[in-house]
Every structure is written in C-alpha cells, then in structure tokens.
C-alpha cells in the first residue's frame, strides 16, 4: 500500500503534505488503500474495587494451661509435641483434638509494621485490619 503522495484533500480539498493518513482540515481518510476502523468499541464497565489483602497464617496460640488454667501463648511449631507450662511445670502435648485444651485466641506478625496481633478465634478466616498500620490481614490456621 503506497504512502499519501500529498496534494489536494479528496474532501476538502486543503492542500496536504505527504505521508498522512487524515486530513488536518476535515480528518478525512487520505488513502483509499486503508479503510475506516471496523472494530466496535466495547461498553465500558468498572471494576470492582480490588482491596489488597495479606493472606497470613497463625503463628501460635493463647490457650488455657490444663493443669493451672493460666494462659500460655504457644508457637504453632509445637502442635503435635510435648509442652511445659511455664507457671506450674506441667506438661501436656499440644493437640487441638483433646477436650482439655482451650484455645482461647491466635497471634500473628502484621506483614507491614510486624507488630504482633492477639486476636480471638472467631476472626481466623474474616478480613481483619492491623490496629497499628490499618493493613488488610486475612488470618487463616
């Protein structure tokens, strides 16, 4: 397909340098080789807001000791494995399944800020926000 040669506007007729592909003047198609866009134009449609949100696993847990009743905050590393408590010496093993150990809460390290979050377990799995840095946290076990 050859180039604009210049000359008069087909339409217009507003003198034209070469090589153009509209006319300054009247926006006219200068070369008969190419067509006008054929492509429709989609209908616009939002998006729906994307909110950020750091998606993090517990990193231990507040239960209550089954010897003393004090509550102890255990790193989830020792699920399965034998326990001391630090107030009375009394050990267990850390099993979630045994109807003698409450859980009474889970922590997490805040992504952004790395404060330290307690936080009951009711909220394991709902978006929470950090109280320090206001960050989105999904908690999950």
Same mark, same amino acid.
Not at 40 to 49: D, G, N, R, W, Y
Not at 74 to 83: A, L, P, Q
Not at 84 to 111: E, I, N, R
């Given at each position: 397909?050859?180039?604009?040669?210049?000359?008069?506007?087909?339409?217009?007729?507003?003198?034209?340098?070469?090589?153009?592909?509209?006319?300054?003047?009247?926006?006219?198609?200068?070369?008969?080789?190419?067509?006008?866009?054929?492509?429709?134009?989609?209908?616009?449609?939002?998006?729906?807001?994307?909110?950020?949100?750091?998606?993090?696993?517990?990193?231990?847990?507040?239960?209550?000791?089954?010897?003393?009743?004090?509550?102890?905050?255990?790193?989830?590393?020792?699920?399965?494995?034998?326990?001391?408590?630090? #107030?009375?010496?009394?050990?267990?093993?850390?099993?979630?399944?045994?109807?003698?150990? #409450?859980?009474?809460?889970?922590?997490?390290?805040?992504? #952004?800020?790395?404060?330290?979050?307690?936080?009951?377990?009711?909220?394991?799995?709902?978006?929470?926000?950090?109280?320090?840095?206001?960050?989105?946290?999904?908690?999950?076990?």
């Amino acid at each position: 397909m050859p180039a604009w040669p210049g000359g008069p506007c087909p339409v217009c007729g507003e003198e034209m340098p070469e090589r153009l592909i509209h006319c300054f003047n009247c926006r006219a198609l200068l070369n008969n080789d190419l067509e006008p866009d054929s492509v429709e134009i989609p209908e616009f449609v939002p998006l729906k807001e994307i909110e950020p949100i750091a998606e993090i696993k517990a990193r231990g847990y507040y239960l209550n000791c089954p010897h003393c009743r004090r509550e102890l905050r255990v790193n989830s590393r020792y699920v399965g494995k034998s326990v001391t408590c630090k #107030q009375c010496d009394g050990s267990f093993v850390l099993d979630f399944t045994s109807p003698s150990l #409450q859980k009474v809460g889970v922590y997490v390290y805040c992504p #952004q800020c790395a404060d330290r979050l307690r936080m009951s377990t009711k909220y394991v799995g709902v978006k929470v926000a950090c109280k320090a840095c206001h960050a989105r946290l999904l908690v999950v076990e």
